[in-house]
Every structure is written in C-alpha cells, then in structure tokens.
T-cell receptor, first 116, second 112 residues
Framework: NAGVMQNPRHLVRRRGQEARLRCSPM?????VYWYRQLPEEGLKFMVY????????ESGMPKERFSAEFPKEGPSILRIQQVVRGDSAAYFC??????????????FGEGSWLTVV | GDSVTQMEGPVTLSEEAFLTINCTYT??????LFWYVQYPGEGLQLLLK?????DKGSNKGFEATYRKETTSFHLEKGSVQVSDSAVYFC???????????FGTGTRLLVSP
C-alpha cells in the first residue's frame, strides 16, 4: 500500500519562476493537507483540501500561493514568482477523514524547494 | 487557539540513557495527540498517538501517556540508541479543528 507520494523531491527555481509541487494521497484518502517547514523550524499549516474543495486555507500566504485537489489526479501546490524566502520543505499529508476522533494523518517525504 | 509547547533542544544523550521530551498542549475539548519523528532529510513518520485521556501510545520502545489533568503528552524511552537521533514533533488534532497543530520540534542527539 503506497504511502503519500510527493514529487519532485527536490526542486531548484530561479527567482520569479513558478514552482509546482504534486502530492498523491494514500489510497482511499480524500483529505489532503500541505505544510511548510522553513530551515530549522517546525511545520506550519498551509491549506486543507478535500476533493475539488478548499476547506481551510488560513495558513496560505495571500499572494502567489495556490492549491488545488481536482477530482482526478494529484493535489498541486503552486507558487508563482518565487522568492528566496520560499525556500523550504513542503510536506503533503493525507487522511481518510477530517475531524473524526482518532483520525491519523500520514505524511509524504516532502519536496525541498530551493530558490536561487 | 490550539497550541503545542515542546522543550527546546537539542537534547544530547549517551547511548542507553533514559529519554524524556516534554510536551504540553492547550486545546478545548478532547484533542488527539501525536508524536512524529523526522530523520535528517526525510519526511515525518508517525511514531505514536493517543486519542483520549489516560491512553498510552507506544512504538519502538517509545511511550507517551495522555494526561488531561496536566495537559501533557511527554515522550519517553528507557534506553536510547544512536539511531534514535532525529527531530521529534509533538502535535495535536483538535475537535472541530481540521488540521494538525505542531510544536516546534526537539532535536535529539545520541552519541555512542
């Protein structure tokens, strides 16, 4: 049973370019979360999505960042016009339920974005 | 809002020493509590969890007990190994809150 799959694992972008990160949740999971980890820091929530819906985007920067989870295909986190401060590890996680007690969220191995 | 506070690291121990990493939380209701581990250059792996008061989560020799009276979920291991060197994150999943809230992480360094 494959876990949460993220790609690319490592991505280098020049300032001003676009970064597109993909996440395929675990089989049977319809809830996807994106987190960002800045160097030497903890994980900060960005966005929570279900199929075709954004449920909570309270952690997303207001500009340049967007996320989607289409009916078919992986979830995409898109960062437009990247800046050096966007350099971080971006983790995707999935679960089979949102708020059910005892719910467990499983993480992918992350996508490390470096902006040069 | 919900929050998690972890002891600051790094925690430096010799192999076979006893480990405690403190974690306390603030939340309404009855959150589920988790410990995740992150090895260098890797993602987060679920280490253990507890979903109600007095539950004890355990895995790979690590244990943590959900203490509602002290709002704590301290991580313990009786005898650490060099391979346990990693960053450990305490997290909660609160009632009505549809996301994990993480502590800042505690780096553990175990020397031979």
């Amino acid at each position: 049973n494959a876990g949460v799959m993220q790609n690319p694992r490592h991505l280098v972008r020049r300032r001003g370019q676009e970064a597109r990160l993909r996440c395929s949740p675990m089989k049977g999971h319809s809830h996807v979360y994106w987190y960002r980890q800045l160097p030497e820091e903890g994980l900060k929530f960005m966005v929570y999505l279900q199929k075709e819906n954004i449920i909570d985007e309270s952690g997303m920067p207001k500009e340049r960042f967007s996320a989607e989870f289409p009916k078919e295909g992986p979830s995409i986190l898109r960062i437009q016009q990247v800046v050096r401060g966007d350099s971080a590890a971006y983790f995707c996680a999935s679960s089979n339920a949102g708020t059910a007690q005892g719910n467990t969220i499983y993480f992918g191995e992350g996508s490390w974005l470096t902006v040069v | 809002g919900d929050s998690v506070t972890q002891m600051e690291g790094p925690v430096t121990l010799s192999e076979e020493a006893f480990l405690t990493i403190n974690c306390t939380y603030t939340a309404t209701g009855y959150p589920s509590l988790f410990w995740y581990v992150q090895y260098p250059g890797e993602g987060l792996q679920l280490l253990l969890k507890a979903t109600k008061a007095d539950d004890k989560g355990s895995n790979k020799g690590f244990e943590a007990t959900y203490r509602k009276e002290t709002t704590s979920f301290h991580l313990e291991k009786g005898s650490v190994q060099v391979s346990d060197s990693a960053v450990y994150f305490c997290a909660l999943f609160g009632n009505g809150f549809q996301k994990l809230v993480f502590g800042t992480g505690t780096r553990l360094l175990v020397s031979p």
